[in-house]
């Protein structure tokens, strides 16, 4: 069975900081791309920072400085380092999983984070 099962989200104030982890189970971690997502109300799911099989980070351009992602291939682990949170980050934030070559996809979750003025 597999699962992504996302936590350490939360409500901080407006410059503070998150940390988001993602446990994963039941797939072979080495095999997939792993990325974090969010969505906010009323907003589509847009993607936020992937990490690649060999652990090239991308975090897309708006959160670069702000937003780091990595893995821990020892624990089956991702993580979100989230830095200087503004209230426009406040969303559900989900944990992805995608294999390498068949695209095969898994979702966490989601885990809340609110971020206050």
């Known amino acids: 069975q597999v699962q992504l099962v996302e936590s350490g989200g939360g409500e901080v104030e407006s410059g503070g900081s998150l940390t988001l982890s993602c446990a994963v189970s039941?797939?072979?971690?080495?095999?997939?791309?792993m990325g974090w997502f969010r969505q906010a109300p009323g907003k589509q799911r847009e993607q936020v920072a992937t990490i690649s099989v060999r652990g090239e980070p991308s975090t897309v351009d708006s959160l670069k400085g702000r937003f780091t992602i990595s893995r821990d291939t020892g624990k089956n682990t991702v993580s979100l380092q989230m830095d200087a949170l503004k209230p426009e980050d406040t969303a559900v934030y989900y944990c992805n999983a995608k294999h390498l070559y068949t695209n095969s996809e898994y979702w966490g979750q989601g885990t809340q984070v609110t971020v206050s003025a």
């Open positions: 039941g797939i072979r971690f080495s095999s997939f791309t």
